[in-house]
């Protein structure tokens, strides 16, 4: 697929050579083959994983990466959350929990609805409550 030069110039303000590259996702019928798209003469990117909107789009419609994501992206916020608040021993365990759920669950859970779950995607969010300091609490 080509795009004119005059459809080009049109299009120009909209247009970073620097920022364009595509995700191609074939049908499940066809041999996966990726397609060549060019604006002009130059050609775009081909990428496998898509980030938008903060979640990831991955050409096999897998949500593998989404749910590593997630899960590090939430060991992360609580490991600097531990770092900076939850270490101090004058704060109730009380306090802990809801400020850990507050956090925790948000960042795991985003966009939760439109997962589809598979035994390892439920073993890898049961890992993540495992090695949790709180796994014996009740949120």
Not at 23 to 48: D, F, M, N, Y
Not at 68 to 80: C, E, F, H, L, W
Request: one cysteine or more.
């Amino acid at each position: 697929m080509s795009i004119s030069l005059s459809q080009r110039k049109s299009l120009s303000h909209l247009y970073q050579q620097s920022n364009s590259e595509f995700l191609h996702q074939p049908a499940q019928s066809t041999r996966p083959s990726a397609p060549s798209i060019a604006i002009g003469i130059a050609p775009l990117a081909r990428i496998e994983c898509f980030k938008y909107l903060r979640s990831f789009l991955s050409y096999h419609g897998s949500f593998d990466g989404e749910i590593a994501s997630r899960v590090g992206k939430t060991s992360q916020a609580i490991s600097r959350l531990r770092t900076t608040v939850l270490n101090q021993h004058h704060i109730q365990q009380t306090t802990e929990l809801r400020v850990r759920s507050a956090v925790e669950l948000p960042f795991l859970l985003y966009s939760f609805d439109t997962w589809i779950l598979y035994r390892r995607h439920i073993e890898n969010l049961e890992q993540y409550y495992a090695i949790s300091p709180f796994h014996s609490q009740n949120y």
